[in-house]
């Protein structure tokens, strides 16, 4: 059975799709139970409001800055064994993060998590693009999201649990034993397959400059280090200078922007997720910290939002294909800048019912309205074969986004280094935060009126009808051309 003809009622698909469910799952937990498990890690190691923002940022920061590299070295010299070695680097890093003796050693570790998920995730839908038939590759991809959907909906109770139960460190410790799982699969299990047209060197000094300007940056918010600022925004330009020097090779093409939608398009992107990546940080503290709740308390709180999504966004992508991007890229944001509003209700003695719910329903009706338009609006606004890349970018844009925000909205909101062990004042400072991310997706929403013009060409994709990640688009695995 060659590439490409792979059926999904064989042995092999089947496996296929449960080792790359179970591989892609694993960096989708990582990214949605972390935030749950903060006071607890805050309180073990002694730690300040610091090192939690960089538990979170290590781990977006390498990600975000590697993944479209990742991409490229699975389409070079083979995916599934590019996204093997992203398997066992990842759990490798999530070892060390559970035995973690101090904070530093945890944020290396959380960095190192990112180098594993940026070489697996883009190879995780890869594979299975890669490997089926025509006729069966809607239905294995509309699988895959939808475990994954599962997965991210129950990420956050799961987290809980273990926080609360075993502890903190077994949110690591887990992917232990489900990547011992996938690995054997993968390799028993799944077809090679590669990118033959794939050829000349990968930009790698552009991957690193782009991953060290944010570095450089998320420092200077964190450590309000005003020279490490300046030095991000000296590296982000030799970024850009290095880009368009090497034009169509370059890992990030600047003609790419051509496209007045495709840029648009990612200014929407990184005003939601920005507002995302500081809300979701913010909120699993204040829900702890502030309203009382347990680690498993805080993580079934929020379970409304990605319930939302994993029911309606197939609906939802439906819609945004009749009617076009303006409307959803518009009104979801709204919504979403209003559930965050109505989380300033959420004081001491909040309600569940009364308080917190209504505030997380209109949050879930908002992402769902526009994260699968969102995701076909970029994929329309490029030519076909420039899918893969332009998902890419926008995925890697949302992330970096996300971090940025939990970076500096801490700063903005005034929290000082042991806010989150005071209710009192993390509370105060979360009350100023929350308009911040209101304001953040209300500017989105302006920027998608006033530019979303033609209507968007691509249909919901598969993997976007049932995404239920809070911190980044879906992954479109069409062919990325990062190398040169």
Sequence with gaps: MGERDVRMGSRTGRWIVFTTVLGSGMALLDSTVVNVALPHIGEDLGADLAVLQWTVNAYMLTLAGLI?????????????????????????ASLLCGLAPNAGVLIAARALQGVGGALLTPGSLALIQASFHEDDRARAVGLWSGFGGVGAAIGPFVGGWLVDGPGWRWVFLLNVPLAALCVPVALRHVPESRDETAHGRFDVLGAVLGAAALALVTYALIGEA????????????????????RGERAMVPPSI????????????????YAAFGGFF???????????????????????????????????????????????????????????????????EDASYVRDVLPALLVLGLGMTALVAPLTATVLASVDVSRAGLASGINNAAARAAGLLAVAALPMLAGMGPEAY????????????????????????????WTTMRTPARAGCHPECKVHCGVTSPPLDPGRRDASA
């Excluded at 083979?78 to 398997?87: M, P, S």
């Excluded at 925004?233 to 970024?239: N, R």
């Excluded at 699993?284 to 029911?311: D, I, R």
């Excluded at 005071?422 to 009350?431: C, I, L, P, V, Y």
């Design 226 to 245: 005003w020279w490490a600022g300046a030095a991000g925004v000296l590296v982000g330009a030799w970024f850009v200078v290095v880009e368009r020097r």
């Design 281 to 347: 940080f913010l909120a699993a503290l204040q829900l702890q910290v502030v309203a009382g709740y347990s680690a498993l308390g805080a993580g079934t709180a929020l379970l409304p939002t990605t319930v939302l999504m994993l029911l309606l966004s197939a609906k939802s992508g439906e819609l945004g294909e009749r009617i076009g991007p303006r409307i959803p890229l518009t009104v979801g944001p709204l919504l979403c800048a209003a559930g965050m509003l109505l989380m300033l209700r959420v004081g």
């Design 421 to 448: 062990r005071s209710a009192e004042e993390f509370g105060s400072t979360f009350r100023r935060a929350m308009p911040m991310c209101a304001g953040i997706l209300v500017v989105g929403a302006v920027v998608a």
């Design 68 to 92: 479209l590299l990742g991409g490229s070295l699975g389409d070079r010299f083979g995916r599934r064994r590019v996204f093997v070695i992203g398997v066992v680097w990842f759990a490798l």
């Design 257 to 272: 922007f051509a496209s007045r939608m495709f840029t648009a398009v990612n200014l929407v992107t990184l005003c939601v």
